[in-house]
């Protein structure tokens, strides 16, 4: 699997507290090893984020996403709270 960032995604990660980095860290380990880990609550996005799907880091983080040949390529698009996101 291979895994991109969207510029998107990096700034949003840097605004995050050091601790809410960690558990997207650790989350990002679990995705590569098993993209469909119950955990995750990996799902797909409707409306105008049709194509893209999203995981949970914990709490209200979130993490957008778009998936290409069953994963072959993951970009990340955007990370922060539900609202932030969405």
């Known amino acids: 699997m291979e895994v991109r960032f969207h510029k998107d995604f990096k700034k ?3 605004k995050l507290s050091l601790k809410q980095q960690e558990k997207v860290d650790q ?3 679990w ?3 098993n993209p469909n880990n119950p955990i995750l609550k990996n799902h797909a996005l409707k409306g105008d984020q049709e194509g ?9 983080l979130r ?6 040949g069953n994963y ?3 970009l ?3 990370v922060g709270t539900h609202n932030q996101v969405y």
């Open 12 to 14: 949003g990660y840097f």
């Open 27 to 29: 989350v990002l380990r």
């Open 31 to 33: 995705f590569r090893m």
């Open 52 to 60: 893209n799907r999203a995981i949970s880091a914990g709490g209200d």
């Open 63 to 68: 993490l957008v996403f778009r998936e290409e």
């Open 72 to 74: 072959s390529v993951v």
């Open 76 to 78: 990340f698009i955007r």
